[in-house]
């Protein structure tokens, strides 16, 4: 598709280059708190983690981009390369023209240059990007650069930067200065969907679209959210194509690729650093509310609890005689989602299997009636027990006093009793 049939003055999903808008999310802010502790540190040096299409390039330019001109940065790709093409790479990026020298000259003037930097201005800031893949003998010159020092501070600042998790690299002995001075270990994590659409509609609206939703409706961004995986540089790909090869707008469901996506690269039993969030945090489930097979609603699981019944005053209104007026619970506590049938006439089933009290997972199918409810989260792969789940009492207690105050809403004057819609289940 023309880009001016979509209301479009240039490319909103740039794939090369600087990106034409810089979208903020929860963990890019996170990651630019890390950056900037790192470089006021007395011996900031941290790593920073995340799959390809993470935004790993977009945060440290940005990051760059920030800071004052006078201050010393050096961006290297440290792919392939060993200890000369290392020291050769950096000096370079600070100024230096070199001329055949050994792998000891090269470092001796990188000392002389951060020590000067360090007792004058500010210590140089180190970028090394593909760490994983730098040469061992590029390590060890890495380990003699973190041993610098100038009266107790670091003379050279150093970030990490790798699309695999480096811990096992930095724990090895031979890499001893560089844990030793280990400020963060950080994981950029992916996008939530509310995120995810901001991330689309900013992009669009600074590339000229006056109204975003008709190029991709909401249903469109939060497909385009689960097949990126909420990964910025994976969704500017699969948006960008689904621009090229659109012969209308909007832009239908049906058009958005699933690439294979990459894995995170954090061990949440090692990610220690302040501020990291977990994977529950980022996923907001959606359900998807059918009736003989077509979708009537969609809705996005970002409040703490949902009641579904016939009720117009539940969250979820299902108009059915074979819905109870209050039917069923569903509760989110962290990482899980509670489901509870509210002693409903026609009761609550999940995968055919009737239920009173059940955790969801992925991909199951709740049935009220003739309706379907299809739950979505990705991140809930593990079904788990009910067993020890405190808040199961609190959310009943809770919905109890809501429930209440649905009746009086409803001008009811008596509560139903437990055998219509209550639940029973120590109450």
Not at 219 to 241: F, H, M, N, Q, Y
Request: hydrophobic fraction near 40%; charged fraction near 20%; glycine fraction near 6%.
């Amino acid at each position: 598709m023309d880009l001016g049939a979509a209301g479009l003055k240039e490319q909103p999903f740039r794939t090369h280059g600087k990106p034409l808008a810089t979208v903020s999310y929860a963990s890019y802010e996170e990651g630019l708190k890390v950056l900037a502790d790192t470089y006021i540190a007395h011996n900031g040096l941290s790593l920073l983690q995340g799959p390809p299409l993470s935004g790993k390039s977009t945060l440290t330019r940005d990051f760059v981009d920030s800071l004052s001109s006078d201050c010393e940065v050096a961006v290297v790709d440290g792919k392939g390369l060993n200890t000369t093409a290392l020291l050769e790479a950096i000096l370079r990026q600070f100024g230096y023209v070199l001329d055949h020298s050994s792998p000891n000259e090269l470092l001796a003037m990188l000392r002389v240059f951060a020590m000067q930097q360090a007792a004058h201005h500010e210590a140089p800031l180190l970028i090394i990007e593909n760490t994983h893949a730098l040469k061992a003998s590029a390590l060890r010159a890495l380990c003699e650069l973190a041993d610098l020092d100038f009266r107790g501070t670091g003379a050279v600042k150093i970030v990490l930067v790798s699309d695999r998790p480096l811990r096992s690299i930095i724990e090895s002995p031979a890499m001893q200065s560089i844990a030793s001075r280990l400020t963060h270990d950080f994981h950029l994590r992916p996008m939530g969907n509310e995120e995810a659409t901001h991330y689309i509609y900013s992009k669009l609206r600074a590339a000229g679209s006056l109204v975003p939703e008709f190029v991709f409706p909401l249903a469109v961004c939060t497909e385009l959210w689960r097949a990126s995986a909420g990964w910025p540089g994976i969704l500017d790909r699969i948006a960008l194509l689904s621009l090229a090869r659109a012969e209308s707008l909007p832009i239908p469901v049906e058009s958005i690729e699933r690439p294979v996506l990459p894995q995170g690269t954090w061990n949440e039993s090692e990610v220690t650093d302040i501020g990291q969030r977990s994977t529950e945090e980022v996923a907001v489930p959606t359900l998807y509310v059918s009736h003989d097979g077509e979708t009537l609603n969609e809705v996005t699981f970002d409040l703490p609890r949902l009641l579904i019944g016939r009720s117009e005053h539940n969250d979820i209104v299902i108009s059915s005689k074979f819905i109870s007026r209050h039917h069923a619970l569903l509760v989110r506590h962290g990482s899980t989602t509670f489901l509870m049938d509210l002693n409903s006439t026609n009761g609550t089933f999940v995968n055919s299997k009737r239920v009173s009290n059940h955790v969801l997972i992925h991909d199951d199918v709740i049935r009220l009636g003739n309706h379907r409810i299809k739950f979505n989260d990705p991140y809930a792969t593990k079904r788990g027990s009910l067993e020890g789940l405190e808040f199961a009492d609190t959310a009943i207690m809770k919905t109890l006093d809501d429930m209440r105050k649905l009746l009086a809403q409803e001008n009811t004057e008596v509560l139903p009793s437990v055998s219509e819609n209550l639940p029973t289940s120590g109450i």
